[in-house]
């Protein structure tokens, strides 16, 4: 019984890998923001909306002039060679953070 445990483990841990790798919203998105803007600061990133061929990634930034947050939607379309970045779909920014 303990080696379909172990089983799992491994199962359940190659999905979570291969989801993390293969989804752009976790390092991809990140790194191209980073290409773009390199001086601003990523927050947070993750998919909000998704399909086998296109995905929309929320990210959460801060720019270097000041500590307002502000939020995005990137579009990313499936192609031949991975995904790529399509285009901006939104962009805001919230409230400054309470100190």
Not at 40 to 49: F, I, N, P, Q
Not at 59 to 87: C, H, M, T, V
Request: hydrophobic share 35%; net charge negative; aromatic share 14%.
């Amino acid at each position: 019984m303990l080696k379909y445990y172990a089983l799992l483990v491994v199962v359940v841990g190659v999905a979570l890998f291969y989801a993390f790798v293969k989804d752009p919203c976790n390092m991809q998105v990140r790194a191209d923001l980073t290409d773009r803007f390199p001086t601003y600061e990523v927050l947070d990133s993750g998919a909000t909306e998704g399909s086998p061929e296109s995905v929309r990634c929320h990210i959460s930034y801060k720019k270097p002039d000041g500590e307002e947050i502000y939020e995005a939607i990137w579009l990313y379309l499936y192609a031949d060679n991975g995904w790529q970045f399509s285009r901006i779909l939104e962009t805001s920014d919230t409230e400054t953070p309470s100190s």
